[in-house]
Each structure stands twice: as structure tokens, then as C-alpha cells.
């Protein structure tokens, strides 16, 4: 069973940095892929970026690009969201989720297994 635990968000203010964690656990990373979504209130969930494991390759949606880094240690099962210079517009719960293919999408179907968020919240 995987299982797929975010932590790190928490109330900033805006232009302060943050580091976002999903632990991952159930079985090998091997050949998946994991992404980050966020979902703020009252709105659908948006792609915001994803790695592979195999190889670290990276995307990201054009709303963050520049100003969130994706990336993960091999050791310890954990994908990180760095996030800077933090808008009140990216207040959202974001999750993390598995695609078991290890394709680079920002396409949320394409994931099959979700964690269950970690609150961010900007103060302007």
C-alpha cells in the first residue's frame, strides 16, 4: 500500500521561502514519477510541478517557474517543494502524488495515489 505524507506548510508571510516534504512509503520510487498539486479554497487543483525518480528530471508549471525548485533524496524516499518568494496567491493545500508510469505530466489523472495535503498559507 503506498502511502504518500506532505508536511512543512505552515503561515508565512508573503516574500518569506518554504520547504514543502512528501514522504513516501508501500513500495519502490523506482520508475515513478511525483508531483506536487495544490488546490486553493473555492478553486480547482492546479498542476505545480513534478520529478522523476529515475533521472531527476524536472517540470514545472508556468505560474511557478523560477520560484519553486522540485527535487528528491534517493535515501531517504522524500520528494521536497522549495518554494520563494511566496505570493498570498499561493495559499492552497498541496499534495503530493505518484504516477506509477514515471511520465514528466503535469496531467493529475495520470497520478494514482495522493497524500493528504499540507495547508500553506500567504499573508500579504
Known amino acids: 500500500q503506498v502511502q504518500l505524507v506532505e508536511s512543512g506548510g505552515r503561515l508565512v508571510q508573503a516574500g518569506d521561502s518554504l520547504r514543502l516534504s512528501c514522504a513516501a512509503s508501500?513500495?519502490?520510487?523506482?520508475?515513478?514519477?511525483i508531483g506536487w498539486f495544490r488546490q486553493a479554497s473555492g478553486k480547482e487543483r492546479e498542476f505545480v510541478a513534478t520529478i522523476t525518480w529515475n533521472g531527476g528530471y524536472t517540470h514545472y508549471a508556468d505560474s511557478v517557474k523560477g520560484r519553486v525548485t522540485i527535487s528528491r533524496d534517493n535515501a531517504k524516499n522524500t520528494v521536497y517543494l522549495q518554494m520563494n518568494s511566496l505570493k498570498p496567491e499561493d495559499t492552497a493545500v498541496y499534495h503530493c502524488a505518484m504516477d506509477r508510469t514515471g511520465a514528466l505530466s503535469g496531467y493529475e489523472k495520470r497520478y494514482s495515489y495522493w497524500g493528504q495535503g499540507t495547508q500553506v498559507t500567504v499573508s500579504s
Open positions: 508501500g513500495r519502490t520510487l523506482s520508475n515513478t514519477a
